[in-house]
């Protein structure tokens, strides 16, 4: 079971850490119907050179830039149009991942906005465009989580993969980086990076073959929430026309409250650095708006930025990010009557907090050794950890986004649930994680080796590869008219405040198993499961419910029906 430290290892990485002339016009059209000699498309910026993939199915384009590098002056700013280059772009390898904290240590740069773009090798034209955000707390993670070449076909869309700014490169509260331009000031940066994405998509899409009018924005994770965030969000407003939150939820931050969080994460750099003597001078120092704090900030190497917060795991406390700034996300954050109005899908595992669980220092050296605990109480013990956080998470992701928007959301709202993993009989490799944070990862791209490295016989089940046909049908139908539904496909009916129902994607060993259910299921009633919860010890219970589901995106009502203390400083 060794293997299990991979994937679990990965999977907490990703949590722990989204106008020319009549000539161009003409030669962008020539690029298009020819693919086939040499792969080049004119955008507005120049020739981009891509490949065609081993089986000579899709065309790919790696690496295009959407913005200039957000590097010396640019670094805490809107991102900019990159400059136009001359020859032809060489869009044939991956670029480095905007620079994060991984296993191995920092890696990557702080130049990297770029995008991955993925077509069907035909020549047919409008297209619609599914722009993705990766997953990684906003912290880590890259455009390359997901790749295009086992689906684009199946799906007749363009996928396109964004890296954006991460972590406090990514999001900053601090006042001394406040420039007078609103939307700098948001602190949002990460957020001004993916509407820039997808204005580079809207001005250049047509000469991959796109449709410019048919944009459907889409992320995992930390990228399922940036998508929940840009419903809200008037700089987003008319910039896609459909919408994917695959494992989001609602999640915002107090610009004040995160302001406090930066500075006690940057106070020790301070000190080291000579400019303060002790990182209570340095704290109350960083909070100030002045020339001198923001000098020091854009100073300090991205790589030491990189190296801060790495503890979030799920917790808004540790990594504040998606502000309620005024500009970007409204100051009353989902609570806003102005939603953009898109139809929208929202995806949920039902077990979504396994890795989570695993990862937790509750949990940390049970695993340690990469095999199932052997300890019965201990593994227990986990199972119940992972079965309520799980039940919490998957109302969040789902549900509950669901009714704090129904009032003032117009458009189509599709909730699905996906237990698949959790009721199979001649494979084990699931049995731990049921249906994890990711797992319809490998159903979307079935090259996927993050996953399907460690867990690979369950989906090959023959339930599974039905399941996958079914999955990528309603996607593909909702990518193309904003309605998933289709032939040969179980209706899926929107959700309502008088209809709270969903999807349920699974599959036992053999075949599909989709059907509509009604969501019964509250936050009061997975307490009252709690209490009456006699699987563990109550000692066991208690430190489970104080430190493990404790603070985490989900878990407003268990903290205050068991009077958890704030982890914000005060």
């Known amino acids: 079971m060794k293997k299990w430290m991979l994937l679990v290892f990965v999977s907490c990485l990703l949590i722990v850490l989204a106008g020319c002339g009549s000539n161009q016009n003409e030669e962008a059209e020539k690029d298009h119907l020819n693919y086939k000699k040499g792969v080049t498309v ?44 001359d020859g032809t772009l060489d869009a044939t390898k991956d670029k480095e991942v905007f620079i994060q904290t991984a296993q191995d240590g920092v890696t990557g740069s702080e130049e990297s906005l770029h995008m991955n773009i993925y077509r069907p090798d035909t020549s047919e034209k409008k297209l619609p465009v599914m722009v993705y955000i990766h997953g990684g707390n ?47 000031d948001s602190g949002n940066y ?32 930390a990228g399922g929430r940036d998508v929940m ?64 704090v923001s000098d020091y900030l854009y100073g300090v190497s991205a790589e030491r930025l990189s190296k801060l917060m790495g503890n979030a795991s799920i917790r808004m406390s540790a990594f504040p990010h998606l502000y309620t700034d005024g500009a970007v996300i409204p100051k009353n954050g989902f609570d806003t009557k102005n939603y953009n109005n898109v139809p929208l899908i929202m995806l949920s595992g039902t077990s979504e907090f396994s890795f989570f669980a695993m990862g937790d220092p509750y949990f940390a ?57 959790t009721n199979l009989k001649t494979t084990t490799d699931m049995s731990l994680v049921g249906a994890y944070h990711g797992v319809f990862i490998p159903f979307l791209d079935s090259n996927n080796q993050t996953y399907l490295s460690t867990i690979t016989e369950s989906y090959q089940l023959p339930g599974a590869e039905e399941l996958q046909e079914k999955f990528r049908a309603y996607l593909k139908n909702f990518l193309h008219d904003g309605d998933p539904n289709g032939d040969n496909l179980t209706k899926w009916t929107t959700w309502s405040a008088d209809n709270p129902s969903n999807l349920i994607l699974d599959a036992d ?38 430190q493990v589901l404790n603070s985490r995106w989900f878990s407003d009502d268990l903290d205050a029906y068991y009077s958890n203390p704030s982890l914000w400083p005060n």
Do not use: C
């Open 42 to 85: 004119t955008t507005k910026y120049g020739k981009v050179k891509g490949y065609k993939d081993k089986n000579e199915s899709v065309l790919v384009w790696k690496g295009v830039p959407y913005a200039k590098a957000p590097v010396k002056e640019l670094r805490w700013k809107k991102p900019e149009s990159p400059e136009k280059y």
């Open 138 to 184: 906003n912290q880590g993670g890259s455009a390359t989580e997901i790749g295009g070449e086992a689906f684009v076909k199946d799906l007749n869309t363009i996928f396109i993969s964004v890296d954006y700014r991460l972590g406090a490169l990514g999001f900053n509260p601090l006042k001394a980086l406040n420039t007078g331009d609103k939307l700098e």
């Open 190 to 221: 990460a957020l001004l990076d993916m509407a820039k994405s997808l204005d580079w998509v809207k001005e250049n899409i047509e000469a991959f073959g796109g449709d410019p009018d048919n944009i459907t924005f889409s992320g995992f994770s």
């Open 229 to 292: 965030a840009s419903l809200t969000s008037p700089i987003f407003k008319d910039k896609y026309q459909k919408a994917i939150a695959f494992s989001g939820g609602m999640t915002v931050a107090d610009p004040d409250d995160s302001i406090k969080v930066f500075a006690k994460a940057i106070a020790p750099l301070v000190v080291e650095d000579g400019v303060k003597a002790t990182e209570e001078e340095a704290y109350t120092w960083l909070q100030e708006n002045n020339k001198e």
């Open 365 to 421: 050296e049970s695993f340690a050794s990469g095999a199932i605990p052997k300890n019965k109480e201990k593994l227990a013990e986990f199972q119940f950890a992972k079965q309520y956080g799980s039940d919490f998470y998957t109302l969040f992701n789902t549900e509950l986004s669901a009714k704090k928007m129904e009032q003032h959301y117009d458009a189509p709202i599709y909730n699905t649930k996906m237990p698949f993993g």
């Open 509 to 546: 060993d053999n075949q599909a198993q989709i059907k509509m259910e009604k969501e019964t299921d509250t936050n009061q009633a997975i307490i009252d499961r709690i209490e009456a919860d006699t699987s563990i010890s109550e000692t066991a219970k208690n430190q489970i419910v104080h």
